[in-house]
């Protein structure tokens, strides 16, 4: 299984860095989570723990609490109820159904364990290529330029970016611009990596190349939490995927499983509505 | 009266009207951002104090204003006026009542600022004021610009409010030659000179624009 694989051949950094993971706790533990909007309940006791090495495919139908999900997770959104911790660091636990966070100083250190590919890039338009990836290495985590810089130029490659180090933003595509997005974020070195439909502002042509980009991550056991609209591409990527409907997780499993076989009704109803 | 001492005594004018100039612009840029700030503050009396003020600023004659500064010490406090205090009541009232302005074209161009810039910025790390400094600021700058043009622009012509309270600015000092030389050249000369200020204002604008026109959203 990846997962364990990802123990031996897990990226240096990752490795290093993941002290409080190296025991075996699920790199995200996100437990009995509940959120609403309002009076309109949008997460209905979710749980979802991912491993270290792990790609994990979230599809489901549009309000079906995807996106709110990830954002619970990488806490632009309070949780009304449940518990989540990056690897043994508890970022919120339940207290008599709420949820209650942590002090500033831990929820800052929890931030530095996870990186988010946003669908819309939210690249910083007035830098580069080069200061849109540095700058957060270099401000928040107090990096020496060189090294920042040297370690940009290395990611720049890796997403087939090169010649654009000095372009900005508006001057490339949407699939430039997402993978310089995922450059941004794998530059902070986070144990786990969020998607949130990365390519679903992009034509074919141009998902295919973050698709690649994506793959390629997946290769290097990566730990990615991907919602994605592609199934085939969440089919032969993902470790596991798992299947959202209003606020609560239906399915999950083996792509084979739940792409393939699912044994819900409204899985399989999802599934026939996708493909014609 | 030779032309050259008219131009030579408007220009004495102007040095005091460019002082007025130069001192509100350093004194309103940055309080409009802390005015501005404090207008969206999560401390609601705080807003709401910001929210008259610059109703108040904006919606009376900045000439008015001149005065209420300049006697308010005097009436408040007890305070003996000197021949100072006129100078410093002009500077005042200018700084506080552009402060105001600047400070709503400030929040319009804080608040057309992407959400998802902020909540990058948050993902990555990056503390409030971080995010603010480096990523709202130069954006904001971009985008307020043209309107800030206006205001400097506007400002440089306001200079000559400080007449009606005996501050001897460019305009004052025409309309005295006027009054005692029976010519109207001093005002000639003086639209001149506040035409050719805003000319080279306009020129600065204009590069300052083109400078940040290497990228856009
Ligand atoms: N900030 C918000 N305020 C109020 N309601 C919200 C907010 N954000 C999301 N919702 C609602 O919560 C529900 C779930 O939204 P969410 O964006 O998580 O769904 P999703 O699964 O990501 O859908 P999609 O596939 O369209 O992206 C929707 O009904 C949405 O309208
Ligand atoms: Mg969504």
Redesign the pocket.
């Known amino acids: 299984m990846r997962a364990n694989a990802a123990q031996q051949a897990g990226p240096a950094d990752a490795a290093a860095k993941g002290q409080g993971a190296a025991d075996g706790l699920p790199v995200v533990s996100l437990c009995h989570v509940r959120k609403s ?1 309002g009076e ?1 309940p ?1 997460l209905r006791d979710i749980t979802l723990e991912v491993q270290r090495g792990e790609v994990v495919a979230i599809i ?1 139908a ?7 999900l990830l954002r619970c997770a990488t806490l632009l959104e309070r949780m009304d109820a449940g518990s989540l911790s990056y690897a043994g660091l508890e970022v919120a636990r339940d207290e008599g159904g709420r949820a209650a966070y942590a002090d500033k100083a831990t929820v800052r250190e929890a931030r530095s364990r996870f990186g988010l590919v946003f669908q819309g890039y939210n690249l910083f338009p007035h830098w580069d290529v080069m200061r849109n990836i540095c700058d957060a290495p270099e401000t928040v985590q107090g990096r020496p330029k060189e090294e920042a810089e040297a370690e940009a130029r290395e990611l720049v490659r890796r997403m087939g970016l090169e010649g654009c180090e000095r372009k900005v933003p508006c001057e490339l595509s949407g699939g430039q611009q997402q993978r310089v997005s995922i450059a941004r974020a794998l530059a902070m070195h986070p144990d786990v990596l969020y998607f949130d ?1 990365p390519t679903s502002a992009l034509d074919p042509q141009l998902t295919s190349e973050v698709l690649k980009v994506i793959r390629g991550l997946a290769e290097e056991h990566m730990t990615m939490v991907i ?1 994605t609209h592609e199934m085939a591409f969440a089919r032969d990527v993902a470790d596991r995927v798992v299947f ?1 409907d209003e606020g609560r997780i239906v399915e999950e499993g083996t792509p084979e499983q739940v792409l393939v076989h699912p044994t819900q009704e409204r899985t399989r109803a999802f599934l026939a509505h996708g493909k014609d | 009266m030779t032309i050259q001492t008219m131009l030579s005594m408007l220009f004495g004018g102007f040095q005091t009207s460019l002082a007025i100039f130069a001192l509100t612009l350093v004194g309103a840029l940055p309080l409009g951002v802390l005015v501005a700030l404090a207008r969206q503050s999560r401390i609601k009396p705080l807003a709401w104090l910001m929210r008259i003020y610059i109703s108040i600023m904006r919606g009376t004659p900045l000439m008015l204003q001149m005065f209420a500064i300049y006697f308010a010490p005097y009436y408040v406090f007890g305070i003996q006026l000197n021949p100072g205090s006129k100078w410093t009541a002009v500077v005042v009232a200018f700084i506080i009542n552009y402060a105001a302005y600047f400070a709503e074209i400030y929040r319009s161009g804080i608040q057309s600022i992407p959400r998802g810039q902020y909540e990058a910025a948050e993902v990555l790390g990056y503390t409030g004021s971080q995010t603010f400094v480096r990523i709202v600021l130069p954006q904001v700058v971009k985008r307020i610009l043209p309107a800030m043009g206006n205001e400097v622009i506007t400002l440089i012509k306001d200079t000559s409010l400080a007449f009606s309270i005996g501050v001897a600015e460019m305009f004052s000092t025409a309309r005295a030659i006027v009054a005692s030389q029976v010519t109207m050249l001093p005002f000639l000369f003086a639209a001149g000179i506040y035409w050719v200020s805003n000319f080279v204002i306009e020129s600065l604008l204009a590069a300052l624009e083109h400078r940040l026109d290497y990228y856009h959203e």
């Not at chain 1, 549009?62 to 709110?68: C, H, L, P």
């Open positions: 909007f309109v949008v489901g549009s309000g079906g609490g995807k996106s709110t439909e919602v959202m």
